[in-house]
């Protein structure tokens, strides 16, 4: 089925360190992906996008990188800092089939940065 | 602060009772979203409506039902509550009409529990 997949891991990281958080998409008809943190307590917020046309898209100490060959999605995050610490989703947004135009979440990975 | 406000953050009730939970998008965003999130089945999409017109639907029980004001601000509806209901409820807001023209900026969510 369509599906964005996380399987529930967990990251931890020394302060300073670089991290990458991987996701698989199976959805090739999917255009457009998005990664997401959530904090404790609060809603998802909007780290960084990136469009199927592309596939490397930086932001502030971020880099998301997509592979359509193997669907497969992945965030960097550079010098990664305590306040880093949160659960990171991937979602993506299908252009076509049943799921057209429904942002459709991972399960989410748990970054644990170590002061 | 991702301009999107929900109320109430916490809400307790019992089975079979109905609430109504708000979302304020950010403003200038014309659709609206709103989204599940439980422990065993991750954010799930339930409706979206963009200028006051339903146009998307997720999987949202028949028991549940929203709609989108003249001013934009939204409202979902959850009646004959049951227990598995219990779930953070999030709202999130969105420029354009089709989830792949612009990121989701999410609220914080309103925490329901049935008991």
């Known amino acids: 089925g369509e599906s964005v997949g996380l399987h529930l891991p967990t990251l931890s990281v020394q302060e300073g360190d670089n991290s990458i958080i991987n996701c698989a998409y199976s959805n090739s008809a999917s255009d457009y992906f998005i990664w997401y943190k959530q904090e404790s307590g609060k809603g998802p917020q909007f780290i960084i996008d990136?469009?199927?046309?592309?596939d490397k898209r930086q932001g502030q100490r971020v880099t998301v990188l997509l592979n359509k060959t193997v669907k497969h999605l992945s965030l960097q995050i550079a010098a990664t800092q305590p306040g880093d610490s949160a659960v990171y989703f991937c979602?993506?947004?299908?252009?076509?089939?049943?799921?057209?135009?429904?942002?459709?979440f991972g399960q989410g990975t748990i970054l644990t940065v170590h002061p | 602060d991702s301009g999107v406000t929900q109320t109430p953050k916490h809400l307790i009730t019992a089975t079979g009772q109905r609430v109504t939970l708000r979302c304020s998008p950010r403003s200038g965003d014309l659709s609206v979203y709103w989204y599940q999130q439980s422990l065993d089945q991750g954010l799930q999409f339930l409706i979206q409506?963009?200028?006051?017109?339903?146009?998307a639907k997720g999987n949202i029980l028949e028991r549940f039902s929203a709609q989108q004001f003249p001013d934009l601000h939204s409202e979902l509806n959850l009646s004959s509550l049951e227990l598995g209901d219990s779930a953070l409820y999030f709202c999130a807001s969105s420029v354009g009409g089709g989830t792949g023209q612009s990121p989701l900026h999410f609220g914080n969510g309103t925490r329901l529990t049935v008991t």
């Open positions: 979602a993506e947004n299908p252009l076509s089939g049943t799921s057209y135009g429904k942002l459709t």
């Open positions: 409506y963009y200028n006051g017109e339903e146009r």
């Open positions: 990136i469009r199927s046309n592309m």
